[in-house]
Structures are given as C-alpha cells and as structure tokens.
C-alpha cells in the first residue's frame, strides 16, 4: 500500500502499460558520516529546507533505508564506526552543482531504493561550490558520504570551447581527479553523471570484473569513432598513431567502474591533462571531457553490459526531442543530451521516458 501510495503520482496509465520498471525495494540509507572541512560552517539548523542563500532549492527528506538481513556488515559498521576506509563499502562518486543538484539527488534516492544493502553505499560528492553539503544532510539524513572540494583554477585554463556551454564547466573535469581527491584506502569507485537514475541493485555493477583494465564501461563499437575527432587529428600521425595496436569503441564517460590503483600507478590524470594541453593548441576535438578519455582508454576498456548505460534519454543534444530506449534490458537510465527531464517535466512537456525519472525526485514540499 505504502508503495502505491508514493508512486501513484507519478506514472500514468499509459506510461505503466508500455514501460515496466525493476521493483523498487525500500530500505533506509545509515547514519550520516560529516565530511570535509567545510562542515562546520556549512551545518544547518533547519533541516527540512535549504541554507539561507539557496532560498529557491527545496528538497523533501528522503525515507529510511535499511539493509536487508542477508546484508553483511562489518565489525566497523556493527560498532557504529563506519568510515570510508571500510572493505565492505560500495564508493559511488557524483558532482554536485545548483544547475543539476534536482538530478544529482533524484540518482542519489534511486540507488538507495533500488540497493539490497543500501547501508553499505558511501558517496563522494564532488563540488565547487561550498553551501551544498547541509542540503543534502537535510534530505538524506543517514546517508554515508562526504564532499570534496574541486577547484575550478585546476581545470580552467585546460578547458577548450565545445559544441555545448554546458559542456565547458570546470566541474565536469572532476572526474579526472577522483585518485587524487578520494583517500588513498579507496581503491575502486563508481563515477556516475548527475543526469541519470538506477534502477537496479549497484552492487551488481560494483562486482564489475576489470581484470587488467583500469576502467570499466559499456562500450559502443558499432558507432562511428572518427566523429569524437577533427579532421586534422585523423590527417596527424603524431594524434591519430596513439590508436595503433587498438581497438578503440566509443564509451560514455558517464557511467565508469575505475580502479584507483591503477590509476594512481600509471598517473593517467597527467596523460589526460596533456591531451587537454594538445587540445588547446591543435583543436583535435569539439566536445568537452569526454576525447581525452578517448585518446587514453579507447580500446583498453573493460566492457559493461549496455544495461548499465542507457544514454542518449536526453535527445542526442536536440532540444525537446525524445528518445526510446534501446532494445534489451536495462538497469540505469541516462537522460544525456542537452534535454533533461526536470526540466521537460516542469514545462510541461514532458517525454514518455521522462516519467521513469520523476518517481525519485525530491524536489518541492510534500504533496502529503
């Protein structure tokens, strides 16, 4: 009854009979741990609304979460002493910004309803602005995490002009630092965009197998490769001889199962920092972050299964197109593209696939 009663607002009849969703389970996420050294001053005593300075965020507080019992936990975590340096953790790491705070927190809440162990999820929230954390902590009052601050003079002057403005914001560069930002005891993490939702259990994809490779993702090599690339890149051997002895096929950089040790050990942020050096000089591509993965990982890439990244919900950068999904199961939904579903829903004019997303918003006060 309690299920019906969350989720009847959200779906229409049609919408039910064409798409059918994986159960949603409902366990409650653990005692909160406060991070970074921004928490002292960030802390608010209201904890159903924002800070002061972000009067136009409201965010309802999320349910409870609990583990299931067949959920192992611990010593630490049986103890009440949960750090982020527990073995049993999964670490899944988010940017947090107020343009797409709605959709960070919506996949959030997804992972929590759709997790067995729910209990046993860390988060790493990325940011670069510093009046964030206590929102969160008011919606998601358990939760395990801690914010990182991300520089923006880190990136900025690297940053080439792309097809989109959106594409160009330092903060979509954070990823490139995770082994840096993240304490050294984590040793895998899950990187996911702010615009997508799961609707599976993550630890299926934390199991990810990346035998030898450095990151995991689902790839795509029927799509045409040249075009993440400018002609003058293809004509240059001294750009285009990085691909010799591979096999490269396009992946999204938004969905990612990283070993950081490996990382760390081979320092791939300086080789990813070059290319964006390149870049500036040359103009070897026209998107934002995702080439100089690319020109890195292409064709070294342990695969996914594409149930874990159905991208392209957003239009393919079209404004207000819709999209289907693509054939096959799925298990995240990812509303990349320049369309995002908050924002067709609040016009009005929404597409089919966008109300798959609106069951785990939080936005706005209590319809209850």
């Known amino acids: 009854m309690l299920w019906i009663l969350r989720f009847s607002g959200f779906f229409s009849a049609a919408v039910v009979m064409i798409i059918l969703s994986p159960s949603i389970q409902s366990f409650p996420p653990a005692e909160a741990i406060r991070s970074s050294n921004l928490d002292g001053y960030l802390r608010s005593p209201n904890l159903l609304s924002p800070p002061d300075y972000l009067p136009q965020l409201y965010f309802r507080r999320s349910t409870i979460f609990r583990n299931a019992d067949e959920c192992r936990f611990s010593d630490r975590q049986i103890k009440g002493k949960t750090s982020v340096c527990d073995p049993s953790l999964v670490h899944i790491a988010i940017t947090l910004d107020v343009e797409y705070l709605r959709g960070s927190i ?47 003079e880190i ?26 930002l993240l304490e050294t005891c984590v040793k895998r993490v899950i990187y996911l965009d702010s615009d997508l939702v799961v609707v599976d259990d993550i630890a299926k994809l934390w199991a990810t197998n990346l035998g030898s490779r450095t990151i995991g993702a689902p790839e795509y090599c029927h799509a045409n490769f040249t075009k993440y690339f400018t002609s003058g890149f293809w004509s240059d051997k ?61 064709g070294n890439v342990a695969p996914i299964e594409h149930r874990w990244n159905q991208h392209g919900l957003g ?54």
């Open 106 to 152: 919506a996949a959030v809440h997804s992972i929590l309803l759709n997790s067995l162990c729910p209990e046993n999820v860390f988060f790493h929230f990325l940011v670069s602005e510093t009046n964030l954390e206590s929102l969160v902590r008011s919606t998601f009052p358990q939760l395990k995490f801690k914010v990182y601050y991300f520089d923006p």
């Open 155 to 180: 990136v900025r002057s690297l940053i080439s002009t792309s097809v989109r403005q959106a594409l160009e914001q330092p903060l979509n560069y954070a990823r490139n630092y995770l082994a840096d």
């Open 238 to 298: 001294r750009f285009s001889g990085t691909f010799r002895g591979r096999k490269p096929c396009y992946f999204n950089t938004g969905v990612m199962v990283i070993d950081l040790v490996k990382w760390r050990h081979a320092q791939y942020t300086k080789w990813i920092e070059r290319w964006m050096e390149v870049q500036k000089s040359d103009r070897i591509y026209d998107l934002g972050s995702l080439p100089p993965y690319l020109l890195v990982f292409a």
């Open 315 to 368: 239009g393919d950068n079209v404004r207000g197109s819709c999209r289907d999904l693509h054939p096959g199961p799925y298990s995240l939904l990812h509303w990349s593209g320049s369309g995002k579903p908050w924002l067709r829903l609040d016009s009005k004019q929404p597409c089919p696939l966008d109300f798959l997303w609106s069951p785990y918003d939080l936005y706005g006060h209590s319809r209850l």
